[in-house]
T-cell receptor, first 113, second 115 residues
Framework: SQKIEQNSEALNIQEGKTATLTCNYTNYSPAYLQWYRQDPGRGPVFLLLIRENEKEKRKERLKVTFDTTLKQSLFHITASQPADSATYLCALPPPGGSYIPTFGRGTSLIVHP | EAQVTQNPRYLITVTGKKLTVTCSQNMNHEYMSWYRQDPGLGLRQIYYSMNVEVTDKGDVPEGYKVSRKEKRNFPLILESPSPNQTSLYFC??????????????FGPGTRLTVL
């Protein structure tokens, strides 16, 4: 079955540095991959979608890469700020059937001033 | 304002007392789904609906029921809640901008405690 892996340990970085989060997946070749941000006690918010034929996608300070050979996506936040502190979730469409994405467990990012 | 709403936001109940968590969206989305989120387990899909009167089980459907009588509403029903259903619940709706690309819009969450 499909498996989505995100680092369960929190990532601590200093303000101004680039944060890099990893999403690995197995047993599947998804047509796209998504990244969401979740603040404590709130619903996830969609950030970016990258398709299987795209290597890289950017939105302001965010950059996502998608390596279908490695079965991995990297999520970068450049010039990070304390306000970027949150949990970041990757999501993939399940193989067959429903198009509704399933989510990784997320990685907590803490940006220190 | 485009949004997904859930009610109640917080609920404390006792084992066996039937409850319903409502979910409504005003974006005319076809797809709706329910998730539960538990520490260390992430978001797990309970049920989803791809259209009115069309529902299907997600990864953890046991102990839950849903219905989709109208496009905008997707209530989650716990017929006989148990303490292991204590969790944070999210409703989501999805727009489908192509056959394969689904972006989820989430509600604010319902924190349920079953004693």
């Amino acid at each position: 079955s499909q498996k989505i892996e995100q680092n369960s340990e929190a990532l601590n970085i200093q303000e101004g540095k680039t944060a890099t989060l990893t999403c690995n997946y197995t047993n599947y070749s998804p047509a796209y991959l998504q990244w969401y941000r979740q603040d404590p006690g709130r619903g996830p918010v969609f950030l970016l979608l990258i398709r299987e034929n795209e290597k890289e996608k950017r939105k302001e300070r965010l950059k996502v890469t998608f390596d279908t050979t490695l079965k991995q996506s990297l999520f970068h936040i450049t010039a990070s700020q304390p306000a970027d502190s949150a949990t970041y979730l990757c999501a993939l469409p399940p193989p067959g059937g429903s198009y509704i994405p399933t989510f990784g467990r997320g990685t907590s990012l803490i940006v220190h001033p | 304002e485009a949004q997904v709403t859930q009610n109640p936001r917080y609920l404390i109940t006792v084992t066996g007392k039937k409850l319903t968590v409502t979910c409504s969206q005003n974006m005319n989305h076809e797809y709706m789904s329910w998730y539960r989120q538990d520490p260390g387990l992430g978001l797990r899909q309970i049920y989803y609906s791809m259209n009115v009167e069309v529902t299907d089980k997600g990864d953890v459907p046991e102990g839950y029921k849903v219905s989709r009588k109208e496009k905008r509403n997707f209530p989650l029903i716990l017929e006989s809640p148990s303490p292991n259903q204590t969790s944070l619940y999210f409703c989501a709706s999805s727009e489908r901008d192509s056959p394969v690309q689904i972006v989820q819009f989430f509600g604010p969450g319902t924190r349920l405690t079953v004693l």
